[in-house]
């Protein structure tokens, strides 16, 4: 009966968007219904699939219309879940069940919420066909139906200034690299005759020829755009700047993550070129870059919500770092972190979210301010996110974070390679880059003074609320039991991922990958340990560094100084530097005026690459995936 569960889920997922379609496009009753029912129906499927398939080791095959392979040939489409597809599954539909209960209360009172609903729902359903089809071009499939989806969230409110240009660009960009996946699965297609992933992991396992090199090279480039890792994250900040707050939750917890599960799947079991030194340097390097543009575009923003799109960027690339170092611990703690990203990220939007709600739509961090006296569930909501965010214990991103780490400096260590101590520099550097730029915005939105603009403010609606606190308690669930949720949730993805044999064998027969002389990859061994005296000694210094950038970050001339004429009158204010007072508060733009002043070379060359112009972003992705093609070519051969 369990083989059904996937399919089951893929397809009431899409029933219940043609149902909201239909009967709820004018009642709001009967539209929330079809949408809770569904969700919870199909958390409730995938759920079920724990035991069997995580917990015990069972991968769940089952062909569409029966067509099971013949003579040892898969001729039609098949669906097969093992942890690594079924983990990221969960994450999804988690993350969208959250998501739909706090857009009652968000998206309340907008027009055309049924075509909303419908595309919702159609957006979780391509997602989770993505994570759990065995067969390559239905990964296609459900890609394109996930990106345009996405667009059309993303522009759904088209009275927004900015909306339709953001979608716009994320339709451009994001289908540039749709058009990179499926030139590549042309050409395995027409190498290997066949689209099967089990099948095709037998085929192209060790064999590298010119045409699966600009295969994989496609593939990897278009995954890469799917994710957002820089360079093929222009679209991203634009995008959830103007997306309605439950999307931008799923846009940053989700929708990136299919791309990263994308390229899991495919470097680790269809290529089978994760042992590759030249392969694990490339991705680690992607993923660096990235971790590291995103978290200092992030300390530069004024705008509450873009500010946390480019963190969601800096967090993609600490998966992608994990994943492409190539050892279980790395690839350990790159899908425990894609997981608790989900959690504190999905947190951070839905408080970004109550506060743009309450406030009339501010996201303007300069003018907002001392919301915590009006909004005081809100902002303990967001105080977990930002902590666990900044890799703070007892929270999960610490845990993630921490393992990661350690993967990196091991890497080090048994390589004997440099470049290898440099990245995990580059993290704890960002971790505290990360931590700084969350000291900016707390301060910024919720402490201070408390704007005459906003007196009247109150705090957000209960249905919007209880999401927040669902998702505040995962974060310290899963961090103060991060040993359980690591070793039973995350630990047999990864040996799904390194066990390709298994995978191939149910979907193709016993033996199947013997015959073809396929063999797992070499595995080392995974030691969630206790925190020590040592883990508390690093965080300090953390912590320590963090709060030196903070205070360094604020030297510096600040620019005009007017003349005080009553200074009585100021004497007993907070404010009283000699600066023109609009009111007494650090605003976001003050908090790290002098990082920004001192680094302004770097940022002049960062405006310069993000111009807004689609023709440069489109360059900057072709480009990219030249040089990805052109890499493997000169040292995968």
């Excluded at 004497?571 to 007072?581: A, D, L, M």
Aim: aromatic fraction near 12%; proline fraction near 3%.
């Amino acid at each position: 009966m369990i083989q059904h569960f996937p399919v089951l889920a893929v397809m009431s997922l899409f029933l219940g968007a043609f149902l909201v379609e239909i009967f709820g496009t004018k009642r709001e009753a009967v539209r929330n219904a079809i949408t809770f029912v569904t969700f919870t129906l199909v958390l409730i499927l995938l759920y079920a699939l724990i035991k069997p398939v995580i917990l015990e080791g069972r991968v769940i095959s089952y062909w569409m219309g029966n067509w099971e392979p013949v003579a040892g040939y898969a001729i039609g489409i098949g669906y097969e879940v093992d942890a690594l597809g079924l983990v990221f599954a969960i994450i999804a539909i988690t993350a969208f069940w959250l998501s739909n209960l706090y857009s009652f209360g968000y998206m309340k009172g907008e027009h055309h919420l049924g075509h909303f609903y419908t595309l919702f729902m159609m957006l979780c359903g391509s997602i989770i066909g993505f994570c759990m089809t065995g067969d390559l071009f239905n990964m296609y499939i459900m890609v394109e139906i996930m990106t345009f989806s996405a667009v059309a969230l993303t522009g759904f409110n088209t009275d927004k200034d900015g909306a339709l240009e953001a979608a716009l660009k994320y339709l451009v960009i994001c289908s540039v690299g749709s058009g990179f996946i499926l030139t590549g699965i042309a050409l395995i297609y027409l190498q290997c005759h066949t689209l099967n992933i089990a099948q095709l992991a037998t085929m192209l396992a060790g064999r590298l020829t010119p045409t699966t090199l600009m295969s994989f090279g496609l593939i990897v480039a278009g995954f890469g755009v799917k994710s957002f890792m820089v360079p093929f994250h222009t679209p991203l900040a634009d995008a959830h700047a103007v997306a309605p707050s439950p999307i931008s939750m799923v846009l940053s917890g989700v929708v990136t993550k299919a791309g990263v599960y994308g390229m899991i799947r495919c470097i680790y079991i269809l290529f089978r070129a994760m042992d590759l030194t030249q392969m694990q340097i490339l991705i680690t390097t992607f993923g660096t870059v990235t971790m590291f543009l995103g978290v200092s575009m992030a300390l530069k923003q004024h705008d509450f919500k873009r500010l946390l799109a480019f963190h969601s960027i800096s967090q993609v690339g600490y998966i992608l770092l994990a994943v492409g170092l190539g050892t279980t611990l790395g690839l350990t703690g790159g899908i425990f972190h894609a997981a608790n990203h989900m959690l504190f990220k999905g947190l951070l939007f839905l408080a970004a979210g109550a506060v743009l709600h309450q406030t009339g739509g501010i996201t303007d961090l300069d003018r907002l301010g001392g919301l915590s006296k009006k909004m005081p569930h809100t902002t303990i909501c967001f105080l977990v996110g930002a902590a666990a965010i900044s890799g703070i214990p007892p929270f999960n991103g610490f845990a993630s974070k921490w393992l990661i780490y350690q993967a990196a400096y091991t890497k080090a260590i048994e390589s004997g390679n440099f470049y290898y101590l440099i990245v995990t520099i580059a993290a704890l550097t960002v971790s505290v880059m990360t931590l700084a730029s969350f000291v900016k915005i707390t301060q910024a939105v919720f402490f201070g003074q408390l704007s005459e603009a906003n007196k009247d403010v109150t705090e957000a609606p209960k249905v919007m609320l209880v999401p927040m606190y669902i998702i505040s308690a995962l974060c310290l669930i899963t961090g103060v039991g991060y040993k359980f949720f690591a070793s039973y949730f995350v630990l047999p993805a990864v040996n799904s991922a390194v066990n390709v044999t298994n995978y191939i064998d149910v979907m193709m027969g016993d033996g199947y990958a013997a015959a073809a002389g396929v063999s797992n990859m070499a595995a080392d061994n995974v030691m969630i340990s206790s925190w020590s005296p040592v883990v508390y000694l690093i965080l300090f210094v953390t912590v320590l560094a963090a709060a030196c950038i903070v205070i360094l970050a604020s030297s510096g001339d600040r620019g005009r100084v007017v003349e005080v004429t009553d200074k009585d009158a100021l004497k007993h204010s907070n404010f009283f530097s000699g600066e023109e007072p609009v009111y007494s508060h650090v605003s976001g733009s003050d908090m790290l005026w002098g990082y920004k002043h001192n680094f302004k070379a770097y940022y002049n060359i960062m405006d310069k690459i993000h111009t807004g112009r689609m023709t440069d972003y489109c360059s900057m992705v072709v480009i990219a995936a030249a040089v990805i093609i052109v890499f493997m070519f000169m040292f995968m051969r």
